[in-house]
């Protein structure tokens, strides 16, 4: 902690960046985000088992944008939103400089994006034998279990859209949920609204999104939005190769395509 | 005792399958009529809330169809579309939704005969499942 | 009208419960799901959630719902026919809090502002509040810096306040309790010794709500304050949601050849489309403006305007925010700066 602190005042003091985007104390047990501008404030700044939000989120967000060049301090899934951030064009090289914290704690200074690939390279993204065997809970019931399974988490839905605020990918202005000429996806809170919402967004987060959980998180009525981050990160994976948020270079898995492409469904 | 007929909705590009579909009429081909066709440029412009909203609609069943990969009017976008069914597909099955329900095929401009033969089947298919009525509950439901 | 004071023993619970389901009352009480308490019809009293210090959904709901018919309509050749809605079910709630219950005099000054809303009243006036007041308190709570406390009467028709031996004293405040108590007379037996302070949470004060209502105006054109309250906030719907004082709605029209149905919806002044014009200038554009909007609707366009605050201190914004916000924070923030 005493070292992210003194590298986050280094930072501020030599103009490096002018914010540094960080975990300070929040209420009860939490942490929060914080924005320190001055080197005087960096004792803010903490690092500590509850620091769990994908910090990431922020680097698109409009007033964030206006306090200057960012430094950011980000676990590897905060780090991987960052890459596929770049990779979407929504920030630029050398725009950010991530202070990456590694599974043990450890700091490393990322200036530019090749330095954060460099650094994920050294890491393996699979999903853990407990998420994993989550997974297979649900692909082991019948289709009937699954559909009675889902309409009661999603029969909660709030509608309110903390999933999508709290996801550093999804960063569009005007969300597809909120246009209404035609309304596409419904507004309200019902079991089709629900289901249509939660399908659509996965779906445009497929072969984008990167398990940080920010939104499983952020749901207020607890439902198990992981499920399904990481079922699509498997599939993505299982039929295309490749994992999101390594390559500034990757190609959005659903924007392209390949010859070889196989399926055992189109008749 | 009247037999279920079910509601089929397709989404067809123009190019192909429904130049197919029209083949199998022109050749008088007789196949189950209840299928509505739905044309579009291409499979590629198929975005996901038109099948969704078939079934919300009260489609009991849905058919994808377009050119064989390769034979894109547009060169590739049978390629896009044919990769976001895989996913597509793995996200319905894994809520729990009746893939069995939706089918998704190429059918050539030549391939009248595969039209005709491809709404039959999903037709019987869908008409041994009875109607969609897990899909169909949900309107109204969570309104209070 | 004088409170009379009474005694409800907890294992009569599930005999009122039964009692008052078989008068005809739809109650609707906490319940837990994932971890997360909401108020939903029970059947009976072994449903309903085990200690919750306050629940993660408000009680509104039985009022405002989340997703709300307004009407419904058919086609008939060239004919449209409305639905005829149902009478609301009278209904009690059980188990919500006295902060909540205080709430619902908030929903209703808005709700008969410009004219009185038929739906609300229609299930405002079939509602009956049997509140549990606090034994328990934490951080996030502020009732008592809001004119509100752990054991405050106000908005209950019924406020029942546990005591060490488990059993209720209940204290029966206005007619509407008191019909309820009919419906189970047997139940609440004599009074016992009074003194329900003893038994209620401490909840300081902690911020002066005076001070912070002088000092909001001067703040309003104050920029920076507003970006540094809100710079962690990501602008989703929850805090609005989850709160028993909220009120704004959206509505939404669906309908297909066979009819429709005109839907009232929750929504929130978090999201940034919230007061997108038709002419695509939106005057909140920043998050920074939604934020000094929240606050100020609550702590000041409020009580000028409804002549009630907007907030009731339950703390259930705070306790959910993704971002960690804390409101009572900004509150005291802006009310201790010089």
Redesign the interface.
């Known amino acids: 902690m005493e070292e992210l602190r003194k590298k986050a005042r280094e930072l501020l003091e030599r103009g490096a960046v002018k914010v540094v985007i960080g975990y300070g104390p929040g209420s009860a047990a939490r942490t929060r985000a914080v924005f320190v501008r001055k080197p005087e404030d960096a004792d803010q700044l903490i690092l500590n088992d509850q620091c769990t939000q994908n910090l990431s989120v922020y680097l698109t967000k409009p007033e964030v944008k206006t306090l200057g060049k960012p430094a950011i301090v980000a676990h590897l899934a905060g780090l991987r939103s960052l890459v596929q951030l770049a990779a979407e064009n929504q920030i630029a090289d050398g725009q950010v400089l991530a202070i990456g914290v590694s599974p043990e704690g450890k700091l490393a200074e990322l200036p530019d994006l090749k330095a954060v690939e460099a650094y994920l390279a050294g890491f393996r993204f699979e999903l853990s034998p407990e998420e994993k065997a989550e997974l297979d809970k649900i692909e082991r019931m019948t289709a009937q279990e699954r559909w009675k399974f889902w309409q009661e988490q999603l029969a909660r839905c709030l509608k309110c859209y903390a999933c999508r605020a709290a996801c550093p990918l999804c960063y569009c202005e005007r969300c597809l949920a909120g246009n209404n000429q035609p309304q596409w996806i419904p507004v309200a809170s019902h079991q089709t609204g629900n289901l249509e919402w939660h399908l659509i967004r996965a779906m445009h987060l497929a072969g984008r999104c990167i398990g940080c959980g920010n939104c499983e998180r952020a749901c207020p009525v607890g439902i198990p939005l992981s499920l399904v981050t990481h079922k699509l990160g498997e599939e993505v994976f299982k039929n295309f190769g490749g994992r999101p948020g390594l390559s500034s270079q990757q190609e959005y898995a659903l924007g392209s395509w390949k010859l070889e492409d196989k399926e055992n469904f189109i008749g | 005792m009247a037999e279920f007929q079910p509601k089929i909705v397709a989404f067809v590009c123009n190019w192909c399958t429904y130049a197919g579909a029209d083949l199998a009429g022109t050749s008088r081909i007789k196949y189950a009529s209840n299928v509505r066709i739905i044309r579009l440029p291409c499979t590629g412009r198929i975005d996901f809330m038109l099948l969704l909203k078939a079934l919300d609609q009260g489609a009991d069943g849905v058919i994808v169809s377009g050119c064989h990969p390769n034979d894109c009017h547009y060169t590739a976008g049978n390629f896009h579309a044919r990769r976001r069914w895989i996913v597509f597909r793995s996200l319905l099955d894994f809520l729990g939704l009746d893939t069995r329900r939706v089918h998704f095929a190429w059918v050539s401009a030549a391939e009248g005969a595969k039209w005709a033969q491809l709404v039959n089947s999903v037709t019987e298919e869908v008409q041994r499942l009875g109607p969609y009525h897990d899909y169909q509950k949900l309107a109204g439901a969570g309104v209070e | 009208m004088t409170i009379e004071i009474k005694r409800l023993k907890k294992d009569s619970l599930p005999r009122l419960f039964a009692q008052l389901q078989a008068k005809g009352r739809r109650i609707l009480a906490p319940h837990s799901?994932?971890?997360?308490t909401?108020f939903e019809e029970l059947s009976s009293s072994g449903q309903v959630a085990q200690d919750y210090l306050q629940t993660?959904?408000s009680p509104k709901s039985a009022v405002f719902?989340?997703?709300?018919?307004l009407f419904r309509y058919t086609f008939e050749g060239k004919e449209i026919k409305m639905e005829e809605k149902p009478e609301p079910a009278p209904t009690v709630v059980f188990g919500l809090r006295p902060c909540d219950a205080a709430s619902f005099a908030v929903l209703n000054a808005v709700f008969s502002w410009d004219y009185p809303d038929a739906l609300f009243k229609s299930k405002l006036e079939k509602t009956a509040l049997l509140s549990i007041s606090c034994r328990q308190a934490?951080?996030?709570c502020f009732c008592t810096s809001v004119g509100g406390g752990p054991g405050d009467t106000r908005g209950s028709d019924i406020l029942l306040t546990e005591m060490g031996s488990g059993d209720y004293l209940a204290e029966i405040i206005t007619d509407r309790g008191r019909e309820l108590v009919q419906l189970a007379p047997e139940l609440f037996q004599e009074a016992p010794a009074p003194g329900k302070e003893k038994h209620l949470a401490q909840v300081p004060v902690k911020f002066d709500l005076k001070q912070l209502q002088e000092k909001l105006p001067k703040v309003f054109d104050s920029p920076q304050l507003w970006?540094e309250q809100?710079?962690?906030c990501?602008?989703?719907?929850?805090c609005?949601?989850?709160c028993p004082a909220c009120v704004c709605f959206?509505l939404?029209d669906?309908a297909?050849r066979q009819g429709g149905?005109r839907?009232r919806?929750?929504d929130?002044c978090g999201?940034?489309?919230f007061t997108l014009h038709a002419s695509g200038h939106n005057p909140r554009s920043?998050?920074?403006q939604r934020w000094r909007q929240r606050l100020l609707h609550k702590f000041s366009y409020f009580p000028d305007r409804l002549q009630t605050l907007g907030c009731v201190g339950c703390g259930r914004c705070?306790r959910?925010c993704?971002?960690?916000m804390?409101l009572l924070?900004h509150l005291k923030t802006i009310a201790e700066a010089s």
Do not use: H, M
Not at chain 3, 33 to 36: D, E, L, S
Not at chain 3, 65 to 69: G, H, I
Not at chain 3, 234 to 238: E, F, R, V
């Open positions: 799901r994932a971890g997360k909401g993660t959904l719902p989340r997703c709300e018919a934490d951080d996030y970006l809100s710079l962690r990501l602008g989703c719907g929850a609005a949601f989850v959206d939404q669906e297909n149905v839907l919806c929750w929130s999201f940034s489309l920043l998050q920074s705070s959910i993704p971002a960690d804390n924070e």
